[in-house]
């Protein structure tokens, strides 16, 4: 089997930081730290392309020296101090700091004891309205403080799981730091996914307390949610209490405890010293081929990588505003949090990110100051398409990084960006994933920024193209692995004793290397592309293409809203390869269509990647957290029965499912 090679060119960078901010970042001042301190190797002067490499070299052959020069620049609070910073590097199974206690939400209220700062804004909470409310400091660590002292007296101890039925509201950050502060184990969902799909999470941790709103408002509308929190409260025989809080209005059901009643006191909060080890929260993974896996990652080791994220790569810090557009239900709202640890102002935006005009997004930066801002790639995406303005007809003056993630952002979105936002922007276009909560390549405040391409792997990273023996390439597609622990990946799955799940998730394909999934190119130039899931790679004739390389091509037309292909092997040896597309209003899959599609594939791409058939579709299925569903329309079209192919749980609409079960059977 052949990879499809990528052209090895030299093309100009769309943006390069001028030298002040390359002198200012603080990776560069880290850098220098580290090389008089800790042996890095010298910064390169005048070339901060020269200085990253180096720096990023030592970093993943010296992981020790690397993360205890981490350690020391972001100042970690090590209660009790670490024997050794990794005792044993094998994967999985990595064991960091063994010996050291600490808290997480100790380190993201730090902030709150600075007199100077503790009346500013640590958390800034934007509705539909688009009118900020802020909560100080102060405030925050007053709130935490009252509810970790009530979770406590309500009996929740070290390693019992809280859960948050809960939009991104600043309840939501409470809730996560007092369970925290105590040692609980936070887990949560937002409050579009349904019963059946809180539940698949839910129920597989056993939480003893849960956090609950009784609605929302999204798109215009109210959204009661009073019936799911019924189905959730009979069928979590496990909680303890409830706790009711009413963004509605309405009043706190039969045997629930009130909000305010919890977060009233003023109270200092006390902070459980826990080990390095210690579960921090469990995420999920999107659960559209069974239940959902558990993914659980640890106090020190989501503190010490998102701070690493955080400061070096994100460079974010004191005086900055946070903003990202997530869910509670999606990994990117976990780490936007961590801006705290940061001293950042957090930017909560709870509402649609097109409600009231596909502008949203950009008029909450304005209206928040955000400096770093943080979106999906398919936002971006729409709005070019929609003929938005942000740079020219909004005050944004103050961001100096657009940041997009969910998916890779295709090359007209980083022109987009340039010639919409500003030409003096920072383009961040992030990948890595919520079984490490992080980034394995992507913001780097030095590098030039190239189109279509992430700046580089992250430090403490050695993200690495394999190709099928295992055999490093470059310039050429190749697995996603990573060859050294990262602090963040998971201490271990939920209900998985023996850590079958865990092992076969990450380390069947090649033994002891994390393999993620991902298809990707790093290129000469030391910069990352992404092409896709590599379960649902494109296999013509030996020659394989990622999937979003088609829908970067095919959604450049102004009449595809969206977009999904699939490769699907026959029985017989055959392949079939559909492209559905969901149609722009008003358009029509007429033979003028039709060829332009075609022609735009052939002529761009690859003649071996034209569709067999391009079909249109009332649209298309997405995970809870927005990832169009590739495999399991796979599994659909080979035959396989639709409650074995996919969890109708994780579907943002699962009857669009019953579309591509019919075509399978009418195909036979």
């Not at 103050?398 to 936002?421: K, Q, Y």
């Not at 190119?521 to 899931?533: C, D, E, F, N, Q």
């Amino acid at each position: 089997m052949t990879t499809a090679p990528q052209p090895v060119d030299q093309p100009e960078p769309l943006w390069r930081p001028g030298p002040d901010r390359v002198a200012t970042a603080q990776v560069t001042r880290f850098h220098a730290r580290a090389a008089a301190h800790h042996g890095a190797p010298a910064p390169v002067p005048g070339d901060p392309v020269a200085s990253y490499a180096a720096l990023h070299r030592w970093s993943v052959a010296e992981p020790e020296t690397f993360w205890q020069a981490v350690t020391e620049w972001c100042d970690v609070r090590f209660t009790t101090p670490y024997e050794r910073v990794l005792a044993d590097a094998a994967m999985p199974g990595a064991r960091w700091f063994p010996g050291a206690t600490l808290n997480y939400a100790e380190h993201a209220l730090r902030t709150a004891e600075d007199p100077a700062r503790a009346d500013e804004p640590a958390l800034l909470h934007v509705d539909e309205t688009h009118d900020p409310r802020p909560v100080t400091w102060a405030e925050l660590r007053r709130q935490v403080g009252s509810l970790a002292a009530e979770l406590r007296r309500l009996g929740v101890r070290p390693g019992d799981r809280v859960s948050g039925y809960l939009p991104n509201v600043p309840q939501a950050v409470v809730a996560l730091l007092a369970t925290a502060a105590v040692g609980g184990v936070w887990t949560s969902c937002a409050p579009d996914f349904g019963a059946r799909s809180v539940l698949d999470r839910f129920q597989q941790v056993e939480p003893v307390v849960l956090f609950t709103v009784d609605g929302y408002h999204y798109g215009g509308k109210r959204h009661e949610r009073a019936d799911v929190v019924a189905a959730l409260r009979a069928e979590l025989p496990t909680l303890r209490a409830v706790v009711h809080i009413p963004l509605l209005g309405t009043p706190a059901p039969e045997g629930t405890l009130e909000w305010d009643a919890l977060t009233g006191a003023d109270t200092e909060p006390v902070f459980e010293q826990l080990p390095f080890d210690h579960p921090l929260w469990v995420l999920y993974s999107s659960g559209t081929t069974g239940l959902p896996k558990a993914i659980v990652q640890s106090q020190g080791g989501i503190l010490v990588e998102h701070l690493k994220q955080l400061s070096l790569h994100c460079d974010l810090g004191p005086g900055d505003r946070f903003f990202w557009y997530t869910s509670t239900g999606w990994m990117m709202w976990n780490f936007l949090v961590s801006g705290l640890l940061v001293g950042a102002t957090v930017v909560l935006y709870d509402g649609s990110p097109g409600h009231p005009t596909t502008d949203a997004q950009w008029r909450v930066a304005e209206r928040t100051g955000t400096t770093l801002f943080g979106t999906s790639a398919a936002y971006v995406m729409a709005c070019r398409k929609a003929g938005v303005h942000p740079g020219r007809d909004l005050d944004l003056s103050r961001v100096r990084c657009v940041a997009t993630t969910g998916s890779p952002l295709p090359p007209d979105g980083f022109r987009w960006i340039h010639d919409e936002v500003s030409e003096d922007m920072w383009i961040a276009s992030v990948s890595g994933g919520t079984d490490v909560c992080s980034c394995f390549a992507g913001a780097v405040p030095t590098l030039p920024v190239y189109i279509g391409e992430l700046q580089a792997p992250c430090l403490g990273t050695d993200l690495q193209a394999w190709d099928a023996h295992g055999k490093p390439v470059v310039d050429e597609v190749g697995e996603l692995v990573v060859t050294n622990p990262m602090p963040s990946m998971p201490i271990h799955f939920w209900n998985d004793p023996d850590g079958h799940r865990y092992r076969e998730s990450y380390f069947e394909m090649f033994p002891g290397v994390w393999r993620h999934g991902d298809w990707i190119t790093l290129t000469s130039r030391g910069t990352v592309v992404i092409h896709g899931r590599s379960d649902s790679t494109l296999n013509r004739q030996g020659v394989r293409m990622g999937s979003a390389d088609i829908y970067e091509a095919v959604e450049r037309l102004p009449e595809i809203r969206e977009s999904l292909v699939i490769g699907v092997e026959r029985p017989d040896g055959g392949y079939w390869m559909p492209l559905f597309v969901h149609l722009a209003p008003g358009a029509r899959l007429d033979d003028e269509l039709l060829d332009r599609i075609k022609s735009t594939i052939r002529r761009q791409l690859s003649p071996r990647h034209v569709p067999d058939e391009v079909i249109e579709v009332p649209a298309i299925p997405h995970t809870l957290t927005g990832k169009r569903i590739e495999v399991p329309v796979k599994r659909l079209l080979q035959g396989t029965p639709l409650e074995e192919a996919v969890n109708p749980g994780s579907v943002d609409d699962a009857e669009l499912l019953g579309f591509y079960e019919r075509l399978a059977r009418e195909r036979g």
